[in-house]
């Protein structure tokens, strides 16, 4: 049997228990809510976390690429949803993909996205291409504005039109992430909540079906008090968790499944090094709203130990008392927590699935856009 | 002719000329300082690359990961030093890379590797591993101090055992990231010359000999004002540069060769959004201590305006001036300048070499850490 002091570092780690704690707690809240739960794959990237994502589910997934859309129907997936505002030049590749017999979805907001799409789609009468409306519940990012004149219009330009067909309204409420408070998140869940079904009633007020009525975020799926209207939710985060959703209250930090192995290569009075640096970890500095010590990350099981700094392959690790990192040797693994576990997740290539310090799996990822020739493999 | 209108997106382009004019700046600096130039693969990744910065040197190269090492061998690059702390896991990969003929330095700093080092290395009689000692030259990363007792300990403990060649000592002055003005690079410059150049003596005048004395970083490369002393530099980010270099004036702005090719996925009153967000730009923020406007890039050609905000497939973009928006449409493409080339870079598979808008060739990357099975080969 292999166990993690065996494994190459830096590795990613994924606690097999944890996460499907995590996924039981959302399909639970779903439950509760009368919704679907049509679970995120952007911060997974993997089909074997999907199969447990959506166990007890409907079965649909979202995905933030149309490399996570290919991946995921060749894995069995057959309802997916590509929330990310459709760029024209990936119009084609999606109508292949909704050719092939597997459900997708895609998101626009603007005119000129619907008048290419209706235009390509034109040729492909069998499996249509779902079409959503992407509304801005506050967030700011992508979407139209619930009430904006052209919200109806674009419904109306898609409605009935060869190849493609009108699937409802879609909303994300990323501005539930700067909460600070359990009380701020559910107001925000109740706004992405509002903005999603007052579109949807328009749409239905000028004739049009609106079938999905889509809302997502982990935080505001795990706070929403109610979501009468809606018909399905889309968390991703939840699965893995991290020190930021930890801080946002989305789950206690024993919940966080997923941690990256690193070597100690370095021990100095006031500091120790490891090989999990800026790659390893990711740049992502969004935990340090909750806590401005926790730098790139915090160190499970050495008390107030956080990676103050993270250069490319290097992490230095100190600690509020440095008496913590007494008895620390060279050679010895520590797990670090990551502050934003999508961005950390990506720097790897899959998961070290872990009991304890048991290695039971691993499970690759779909990283990246495209399929691109193996670097080892090509030689001048 | 393939022209960057017609690849997917988001996507790393590397400009050729620049990437060529850069790599001859710096191969001219090492002749003028009088050192061989190491160049660091840690940046680029890629053996294309490394042929252009190798051109008119020694051959050497440095790299920061094992599965660099492996694979610049493998494309026939014969010199190589991992200039991270050495694991004592990674000992037995650093000897069996030895073994297959290219010369391979490691990089050592306390007792605990040497001795582990030392005994493992015992059997390899034929090509020996190269070990070079750390110095902290001011950056309180990792190293010994050059005028730490345990320095001359360490020559003395590697010297003469079997499998193993004591090669010099090595430094790295990441503290001239921090500088604010090209006077004190070239004084941190000073100050890591100072420390290898001594540490250095105080080993030969043991009796011992240290062949190599190395020193690296490209603002000190660009800046240092004489290396007497030393024998090789290592800088690596200057082959592309980007924000946070121009900003510390290792490189003027339009030489710099990288940046990533978005496609415009929406369009708003106040702000435009692209599919190049965090995974594709990296959360890095290090040019906002320069600007800090700058947000996660800047848009090359469009007068004051950067991705202010990036999540994980978004990213969006706002200009000092809205009017520098004006006429930008979806399905436009834009390219980013970077913040720190180094992680931007390593979110992608390879680069899209351009001449302007025509793409000549696609150059794989050598990410990560290991190999693993490809995930869209797996089906269960």
Redesign the interface.
């Known amino acids: 049997m292999t166990t993690t002091s065996q494994i190459?570092?830096?590795?990613l780690l994924l606690d097999r228990a944890k996460l499907e704690a995590n996924a039981a707690f959302m399909t639970a809240r779903a439950k509760a809510l009368g919704v679907k739960l049509r679970p995120h794959m952007?911060t997974a990237?993997?089909?074997?976390v999907a199969r447990i994502a959506t166990a007890g589910n409907f079965g649909g997934i979202t995905v933030?690429?149309l490399a996570e859309a290919?991946?995921f129907a060749?894995?069995g997936f057959k309802d997916v949803t590509y929330a990310?505002?459709?760029?024209?030049?990936?119009i084609e590749e999606a109508l292949s993909l909704a050719s092939r017999g597997a459900r997708l979805n895609v998101l626009i907001?603007?005119p000129?996205?619907a008048q290419?799409l209706v235009a390509k789609a034109a040729g492909q009468d069998d499996s249509p291409l779902g079409v959503l409306i992407e509304v801005d519940c506050g967030d700011?990012?992508?979407g139209v504005l619930p009430d904006a004149p052209w919200l109806v219009e674009l419904a109306k330009y898609v409605n009935g039109r060869p190849g493609v067909l009108f699937a409802g309204v879609l909303t994300h409420a990323?501005h539930s992430y700067a909460c600070r408070s359990v009380d701020e998140i559910a107001k925000v869940a109740e706004a992405e909540r509002g903005a999603v079904v007052a579109a949807a009633k328009r749409i239905r007020d000028a004739g049009i079906a609106c079938d999905t009525v889509s809302v997502g975020s982990t935080p505001t799926a795990t706070h929403a008090r109610q979501l009468d209207g809606v018909t399905e939710m889309r968390p991703g985060v939840y699965m893995f968790g991290d020190l930021d959703q930890a801080g946002l209250g989305s789950l206690p930090e024993d919940r966080i499944a997923v941690s990256v192995l690193a070597?100690?290569?370095?021990?100095y009075p006031d500091?120790i090094?490891v090989?999990a640096g800026?790659?390893?970890l990711?740049?992502?500095?969004s935990a340090q709203r909750h806590n401005p010590q926790v730098g790139y990350g915090k160190v499970a099981g050495l008390r107030g130990a956080y990676v103050v700094?993270a250069?490319?392959?290097?992490g230095?690790i100190q600690a509020d008392d440095p008496a913590a990192l007494n008895g620390v040797?060279?050679?010895d693994r520590l797990r670090i927590l990551p502050n934003?576990v999508?961005?950390t997740a990506?720097?790897?290539?899959?998961y070290y699935v872990v009991n304890g310090t048991k290695v039971l799996e691993?499970w690759?990822?779909?990283?990246?856009?495209?399929?691109?020739?193996?670097?080892?493999r090509?030689?001048?």
């Open positions: 190459p570092t830096p590795a952007k990237k993997s089909a074997d933030s690429t290919r991946y060749q894995h990310v505002g459709l760029a024209p030049a990936k907001d603007h000129e996205q290419q700011g990012r992508g990323g070597s100690v290569i370095g021990v500091r090094l090989d800026g790659l390893a990711s740049k992502d500095i700094k250069n490319q392959e290097h230095i040797k060279v050679g934003h999508c961005m990506a720097a790897h290539p899959g691993r690759p990822r779909i990283n990246g856009w495209e399929q691109w020739p193996d670097a080892t090509k030689t001048k």
